[in-house]
């Protein structure tokens, strides 16, 4: 099934590895920075939002949206 | 304003000024080609338009964080932002003042280094227009990358990468028009892209890089 | 000419710091800014100097009114002391003739022809206030100003601030010690803003100075509850 | 001019929280099947040989590398004029995809380039606008990392984006002004007469589709993580000034 490239088939074969390849490291690097942001970002709302309800006074408006 | 232009001036005259800087690092950069391009008189010839624009440009990279960084670090920005003076016009004698002392001194010295490079004849008066047409835009192009990298310490690096793009299209048509020139063909069409460019970077550039200071200053 | 600042709000590095400020200042006052250290006693007199828009609020005043001074004296160290005066003296307009005038009133006169870097820090503290009588403008807006000043100086300092204020200036200092000036004193405390209150109008908190606070808009970023 | 007009990243994380999935599942339902078709069924063409094939990676990724500045270009408007957050972090996300296009089509431009021209690299006036846009991109992605707060870098790398078009419009005029230019016209031109084969014709557009919709997710899918990231710096701030 593979289609015959004739004498260009390093050079097809060379473009498309690299290009995949650079899509796949982008597709990846975005996927590590996402997750990196993630599990620090959940941890400081975890660290808020524990900081917040013990000392936290009973605000007057606590259970309305705060800011929607 | 020109108060702060002679300020300027005065500056780059004192001790540590800078003045001296961008005509040494010319000259270095310019005598440094033979040595890594062969003594042979016809190649150098011809590539000599070519490699005194590019000294030249690199030149005047090398003294632009200097323009607001001193400024910024010891107070002057912040006083000359509360001052009478627009910000537009601080930024625009701030670009004049790099022109004088490094764009200018350029345009003087090329010739001499046009005879090391064996640089044609002709060529000669067309250099000296190119330069004294060009460089100014180097100036203003230069001041507002300062502009936008004031806040950034050891910003030095990340200017010569925001500014160099920049300058791109002075260095192509300043370069032909100083080829064409040397060849004794007509050059008018690149002279006067040349000139155009300089003349809009004067004009707009100085109140985006003033917009860029006074966000910076926040 | 007066300085009249009602419901400002300011910020600092994006995150609200003050709402809420009022106070008004006449000609020949002198208000000192208290507070502890961090309150926002920098960024209120930015605000008020123009150098980053308030984010709530109104500041009542001439324009070109104000003289800002900050920490750092905008000195030129290969400059000379009369180098750098004549120098601001031309960029506000001033005299001549003033130039000798500011370097007598902060006793600087026999150091007019050294460079600043040569100069004690006290002594390019002076030169940095000498500038200010060049501005030539009435409202003075200045930050920790008798920092490394030595007694003798602070008192020549306060001199010279009484001399403004008797010539219908006014005056406007983030300072702790006492100048021993006629001077109202107003602490921020009350202004500070609670970023996580911040928003909501009349929040009524316990210090009642909240009360009926004008709604600043807050970054909307740093919402109550998570992100999706 | 940094007022804090409340945008609205919650929606925005709302919205596309249920976006993803399908625009995933479309980019795979285009991209893959586009390059498959190109890359196994697209005859042999006179002039090019098999070579050909690789016109489906060259052309789709300069397409997005242009039209990544000019997204960005837009969104850096829309800050500087409306200050929406989201948009100005839309734009930073976009700049890493907009780099990563440039050099997919900057180095399938030059492996294609060896066996059709003899050389790998032409200074023509095509390629050499890449290069330049290929700085550009450098240029604003480090300025973003240089400045610490986010309002503030965000409306310098806004400026710079501007000015820094305009430039790179002038740097593309200027290349013209060589005398060779290696490069084919337009292998891809509304206006002009068909310059691709019919047979080549329908899986190059595929692709194209393909290759927008991937750079809509993963400006989509970066933009979260920025305003994620965004979030986490506003609340430090606020922890630091608590």
Redesign the interface.
């Known amino acids: 099934m593979m289609p015959d490239l004739g004498k260009y088939e390093t050079v097809i074969l060379s473009s498309y590895g690299a290009s995949l390849l650079l899509i796949a490291l982008l597709i990846l690097a975005s996927w590590i920075r996402a997750r990196r942001v993630q599990r620090e970002l959940s941890r400081m709302e975890e660290h808020r939002r524990h900081a917040k309800r013990p000392s936290g006074p009973p605000d007057a408006g606590a259970g309305a949206k705060e800011d929607s | 304003m020109i108060a702060l232009l002679v300020r300027d001036i005065r500056l780059a005259m004192r001790a540590g000024g800078g003045f001296g800087l961008g005509l040494a690092f010319f000259l270095i950069a310019v005598v440094l080609v033979p040595f890594g391009v062969g003594p042979e008189g016809g190649l150098l010839g011809t590539i000599a338009p070519g490699i005194l624009w590019i000294a030249a440009l690199l030149a005047c990279l090398l003294s632009l964080d200097r323009i607001f960084t001193l400024d910024y670090e010891d107070g002057s920005l912040d006083l000359l932002a509360t001052s009478p003076l627009p910000m537009e016009g601080v930024v625009a004698m701030k670009a004049l003042a790099h022109w004088l002392t490094t764009g200018l001194p350029l345009t003087i010295a090329a010739p001499v280094l046009g005879l090391l490079l064996n640089l044609p004849e002709s060529a000669y008066y067309w250099l000296v227009v190119t330069f004294l047409l060009g460089t100014p835009a180097l100036s203003f192009i230069g001041t507002f990358g300062a502009a936008l990298t004031v806040g950034v310490k050891r910003g030095g690096l990340l200017l010569s990468l925001l500014v160099l793009p920049l300058y791109i299209p002075s260095l192509t048509f300043g370069a032909e028009a100083l080829r064409r020139g040397a060849e004794g063909m007509a050059n008018t069409v690149p002279l006067l892209m040349l000139a155009g460019i300089t003349l809009g970077t004067i004009a707009l550039l100085p109140f985006v890089a003033a917009q860029a200071i006074r966000i910076n200053l926040r | 000419m007066e300085l009249e600042v009602a419901d400002l709000a300011c910020a ?4 609200l ?1 003050l709402e809420g400020v009022n106070f008004r200042l006449e000609a020949g006052e002198a208000l000192m800014l208290r507070g502890p250290n ?1 309150i926002g006693k920098t960024t209120l007199l930015r605000t008020l ?5 308030p ?1 709530a609020g109104r500041i009542g005043m001439a324009d ?1 009114a ?3 001074g ?10 000379t002391a009369l ?1 750098n005066l004549r ?2 003296a ?4 001033t005299g001549e003739g003033e130039i000798g005038r500011a370097l007598e009133e902060f006793n600087l006169a026999d150091l007019a022809g050294r460079p600043a870097h040569s100069l004690s820090a006290g002594q390019k503290r002076r030169l940095g206030l000498a ?1 200010l009588l060049l ?1 030539g403008r009435a409202i003075w807006a200045l930050d920790e100003p008798t920092v490394s000043l030595d007694a003798e100086s602070v008192r020549l300092f306060a001199r010279a601030v009484e001399r403004h204020l008797a010539g219908g200036g006014m005056a406007l200092m983030a300072t702790h010690i006492d100048l021993g000036l006629a001077a109202r004193a107003l602490d921020l405390t009350p202004f500070r803003a609670d ?3 911040a ?2 109008a009349g ?2 908190g316990a210090d009642g100075a909240g009360a009926g606070r004008v709604r600043v ?12 | 001019m940094s007022i804090w007009e409340y945008a609205n990243p919650k929606k925005f994380m709302e919205t596309t929280a249920r976006l993803m999935p399908w625009l995933v599942a479309l980019t795979a339902v285009t991209l893959i099947p586009g390059l498959v078709w190109g890359y196994f069924f697209s005859p042999e063409a006179e002039n090019f040989g098999t070579s050909v094939k690789i016109i489906y990676l060259h052309v789709p990724s300069a397409f997005i590398a242009i039209n990544a500045w000019i997204m960005m270009l837009v969104a850096s408007l829309i800050w500087l004029v409306r200050r929406h957050h989201v948009s100005v972090l839309a734009a930073k996300a976009a700049a890493p995809i907009g780099l990563t296009m440039t050099l997919i089509a900057l180095i399938t431009g030059a492996i294609w380039g060896q066996p059709m021209w003899g050389t790998w690299w032409a200074w023509d006036p095509r390629l050499t606008s890449f290069l330049v846009l290929f700085i550009f991109y450098l240029g604003y992605m480090a300025l973003w990392e240089a400045i610490e707060n986010p309002d503030t870098a965000a409306d310098l790398t806004s400026i710079l984006c501007i000015v820094g078009s305009v430039f790179a419009l002038l740097s593309r005029y200027a290349t013209l002004f060589w005398p060779q230019g290696l490069h084919q016209d337009a292998s891809l031109s509304l206006d002009k007469a068909e310059h691709v084969a019919d047979v080549y014709h329908r899986p190059l557009v595929l692709s194209i589709i393909g290759f927008v919709l991937l750079f809509i997710t993963l400006v989509l899918y970066r933009t979260r993580t920025e305003v994620r990231a965004r979030r986490l710096k506003a609340l430090q701030a606020r922890e630091r000034m608590a």
């Open positions: 600092r590095g994006g995150v710091v961090g100097a123009g150098l980053q828009p984010l070109e104000l003289a800002y900050a920490h750092a004296d905008g000195l030129k160290s290969t400059l180098e120098f601001w031309r960029v506000h307009g500038r501005t970023p996580d209150r928003g909501k929040a009524g808009p807050h970054d909307p970023f740093a919402g109550a509850e998570d992100l999706a």
